[in-house]
């Protein structure tokens, strides 16, 4: 176990909806990354937050928006849902901010359809 | 922009066979992991190689760095069905993002 937990595990949304996302990184976690993974494709970078602060952001629109708390826990909001927006959602919790600092430790994911 | 590709896409193996997955970078890279996801699972890290031509042993399980920093390998040998799932690179982009391979879907037949 990677002592990273998601919540929900699954859900359902209607193109339009909103949907937000949760995930508690391991204590003492200061950074969190979110990853979007469509069916047979590798993780997709959406953004990474380092002691509360977005630092880092991959090709998704705004529509895309995070949240990291003091409490280890962060929020993944993604608004006016698409039909594409159906994946498993990961999240990972490292140490450092760097890449190649730390080991990423995922999440069990959260997986969304979008009807 | 830099595009990380694996080599192959699927591979069946009979148990006992060795497997290979293959992994390209149109950019030198200043380091690479390794993942596995089981089916229906996430990805688990499993190594990250920093110098060129390192090469690094876990059981059966072998990662090589290339010297050029721009390709990496992992080999099982005697393959097992535990070792089912899909087998991701990751290489940095920039500071804070990595960015996965297409994978290796490993599937051994027993």
């Known amino acids: 176990e990677t002592g990273v937990t998601q919540s929900p595990t699954h859900l359902i949304k209607t193109r339009g909806q909103q949907v937000t996302l949760r995930c508690s990184s391991q204590?003492?976690?200061?950074?969190v990354s979110w990853y979007q993974q469509a069916l047979g494709q590798g993780p997709q970078f959406i953004f990474q937050y380092y002691r509360e602060e977005e630092n880092g952001r991959g090709n998704f629109p705004p529509r895309f928006s995070g949240l990291q708390f003091p409490n280890y826990s962060s929020e993944l909001n993604v608004n006016a849902l698409e039909l594409d927006d159906s994946a498993l959602y990961l999240c990972a919790s490292s140490l450092g901010a760097l890449v190649g600092q730390e080991t990423q430790y995922f999440g069990p994911g959260t997986r969304l359809l979008v009807l | 922009g830099q595009q990380v590709m694996q080599i192959p896409q699927y591979q069946h193996v009979q148990e006992g066979e060795d497997f290979t997955t293959y992994c390209n970078s149109s950019?030198?890279?200043?380091?690479i992991q390794w993942y596995k996801q089981r089916p229906g699972g996430h990805p688990v890290f499993l190594i990250q190689?920093?110098?060129?031509?390192e090469v690094k042993k876990q059981k059966r399980l072998t990662f090589q760095f290339g010297e050029a920093k721009k390709n990496s390998s992992l080999h099982i040998t005697a393959t097992q069905t535990t070792d089912v799932g899909t087998y991701f690179c990751a290489a940095p982009r920039g500071t804070y993002k990595y960015i996965f391979g297409t994978g290796t879907r490993l599937k051994v037949l027993a």
């Open positions: 950019t030198t890279l200043s380091n």
């Open positions: 190689l920093v110098k060129s031509g």
């Open positions: 204590s003492g976690h200061n950074t």
